[in-house]
């Protein structure tokens, strides 16, 4: 079964670190790039970062640029977001999810989400 | 950034009605358009890619047109199950921005 498990998702207070994790299995991950995407219960997506099939191409949006690292262990079909100076906006439910391309440039859809793993930043 | 707007932001529809929802984006995205249906407490699904390509194991009853800034996403043939909230996607450059979401609710 192709599917993508994120954990990683806790309670932290602003300022604080978390590193999310993604497990990928069911295809062959280093054949595709991959992406984290977050919602806030309630409201729209908003796409984070995304990175190629090799790294070679890594992309953030803007409000986490410099705080966010996407990285990705293709020994191991698995995905990271580490997530430095969390602020109270940051909170939310954040997905991974597999490019049907191989490099960011391809311009391809997301076809396979996980379940998401909420972070929640507050004192 | 690439701006999407979505129309209408929900709708009330009944059962075996055609249903439309249009996204416009703030600049030409050729078509690198994509539509994703999401129900409450779970992830999103892809249904479209690339403005028309229907995403494999999505009925055919859902559609997708256009091309630069407008696009749209038919529904020939509401069924229960389709009732959720739609979002459209660019994915012409980065951030691949969405559009703010198209609740689709019961009449």
């Known amino acids: 079964e192709v599917q993508l498990v994120e954990s990683g998702g806790d309670l932290v207070q602003p300022g604080r670190s978390l590193r999310l994790s993604c497990v990928a299995s069911g295809f062959t991950f280093d054949d595709y790039a991959m992406h984290w995407v977050r919602q806030v219960p309630g409201k729209g997506l908003e796409w984070l970062a995304g990175i190629s099939w090799n790294r070679a191409s890594i992309d953030y949006e803007d409000s986490v640029k410099g705080r966010f690292t996407i990285f990705r262990d293709n020994a191991k079909n698995s995905l990271y977001l580490q997530m430095n100076s969390l602020r109270a906006e940051d909170t939310a439910l954040y997905y991974c999810?597999?490019?049907?391309?191989?490099?960011?440039?391809?311009?391809?859809?997301?076809?396979?989400w996980g379940q998401g793993t909420m972070v929640t930043v507050s004192s | 950034d690439i701006h999407m707007t979505q129309s209408p932001s929900s709708l009330s529809a009944s059962v075996e009605d055609r249903v439309t929802i249009t996204c416009r984006a703030s600049?030409?995205?050729?078509?690198?358009l994509n539509w994703y249906q999401q129900k409450p407490g779970k992830a999103p699904k892809l249904l479209i890619y690339g403005a028309s390509s229907l995403q494999s194991g999505v009925p055919s009853r859902f559609s997708g047109s256009g091309s630069g800034t407008d696009f749209t996403l038919t529904i020939s043939s509401l069924q229960p199950e389709d009732f959720a909230t739609y979002y459209c996607?660019?994915?012409?450059?980065?951030?691949?921005?969405f559009g703010q979401g198209t609740k689709v609710e019961i009449k």
């Open positions: 999810a597999k490019d049907l391309g191989i490099t960011l440039r391809e311009g391809r859809a997301f076809d396979i």
């Open positions: 600049q030409s995205v050729g078509i690198y």
């Open positions: 996607q660019q994915s012409y450059n980065i951030p691949r921005t």
